[in-house]
């Protein structure tokens, strides 16, 4: 079983940072994306950033210039820095693996999502 948690989340007034992370456990033989997600009330949840193996990332456009996405291999951790945060960032966020298991199959993972208020 593989597991991912997430933390950081919280309470920022706008212009403010936090920064998510979200570690991935258990019988795991490598990660190949990684990638953040978001759903506010009554919206339906969208991807806000990913991460490939050879460190590619791409964005969703409404947070281009002010988010970034890291990972670190070692820890089997994916970081979300998020910066100049607006009202419209509050959301729970989750994040998502493609994870090779040590019995090499495959599987999409989610974590259980960590809140993000930014007051105005």
């Known amino acids: 079983q593989v597991q991912l948690v997430e933390s950081g989340g919280g309470l920022v007034q706008a212009g403010g940072s936090l920064r998510l992370s979200c570690a991935a456990s258990g019988s795991i033989f490598s990660i190949n994306r990684m990638a953040w997600y978001r759903q506010a009330p009554g919206k339906q949840r969208e991807s806000v950033a990913t991460i490939t193996s050879s460190d590619r990332e791409t964005y969703t456009d409404s947070v281009k210039g002010r988010f970034t996405i890291s990972r670190d291999n070692a820890k089997n951790t994916v970081y979300l820095q998020m910066n100049s945060l607006k009202p419209e960032d509050t959301a729970v966020y989750y994040c998502?693996?493609?994870?090779?298991?040590?019995?090499?199959?495959?599987?999409?993972?989610w974590g259980q999502g960590t809140q993000v208020t930014v007051s105005s």
């Open positions: 998502n693996a493609d994870v090779q298991s040590l019995g090499r199959v495959w599987r999409n993972y």
